[in-house]
């Protein structure tokens, strides 16, 4: 006879053990944690199956500790944060957080030489340097004369409100350092060529000039276009 209290503990096993499956598989996991991560997720799933794997015969042996309700809630309490993603279907931060967290225009860095060591990484689009906003915000903190005037394209998400110049928008990305929950929003004001209507999330990409007002970089002369949403919208 399968007794209930091995039984459940050898489902909680096992239903962790999909979970996490499923989180490798999609790459959700960047929904929650940075992608540096990932192997710690990996160790996780393999211990999993080695617990399924040691406990599948205690399920059916004859003598088993009965279920009691400490064990119960505490096997409710393994599996509730599975349950509260299925019931929540978590995605990538809204326009809100960026709001309630505070945008960041600046970004405290230690590299030297950051465009100099950047510079074989770097893609153009004929006349535009790619970069991402850390990228961008990190060089204006430590190479400001090096980028004042760098035609540059950039992505992230619209941003509106009422602290901004009219006409400009706030081009904006999640930085993670270690999981979703200390994200920090960082963003660079942008001056379009012509007004432009955004509606709150959207993605766009800015092909425009750096340069610098009262010490902060800002995106001057630029074209803004809609963007497909990246797969991955997290900087790390």
Do not use: H
Request: charged share 15%; net charge positive.
């Amino acid at each position: 006879m399968w007794k209930r209290e091995p039984l459940y503990r050898f489902l909680v096993m096992l239903i962790w053990a999909i979970f996490l499956f499923i989180l490798l598989l999609s790459r959700r996991f960047k929904l929650f944690v940075n992608a540096i991560y990932s192997p710690l997720l990996v160790v996780g799933f393999i211990i999993f199956l080695s617990l399924i794997v040691a406990g599948f015969n205690k399920v059916k042996a004859k003598t088993a500790d009965q279920l009691t309700a400490t064990k119960f809630l505490t096997y409710f309490l393994m599996f509730f944060p599975i349950l509260l993603v299925l019931l929540v279907n978590p995605t990538s931060l809204p326009t809100s957080a960026a709001t309630t967290r505070g945008i960041s225009t600046t970004l405290l860095g230690t590299d030297a030489n950051l465009l100099d060591t950047l510079q074989s990484q770097l893609e153009s689009q004929e006349a535009f340097k790619k970069f991402n906003l850390k990228q961008l915000l990190s060089l204006a903190n430590n190479e400001p004369e090096k980028i004042d005037g760098l035609q540059v394209v950039v992505e992230g998400f619209a941003f509106k409100d009422e602290t901004l110049q009219a006409g400009s928008i706030m081009l904006v990305r999640f930085l993670i350092t270690c999981c979703a929950a200390d994200a920090t929003p960082l963003g660079i004001e942008v001056y379009p060529d012509e007004n432009s209507n955004f509606s709150p999330d959207m993605w766009v990409r800015v092909f425009g000039t750096i340069g610098f007002e009262k010490g902060v970089p800002v995106i001057k002369q630029a074209n803004v276009t809609q963007s497909p949403k990246p797969s991955n919208v997290y900087l790390y």
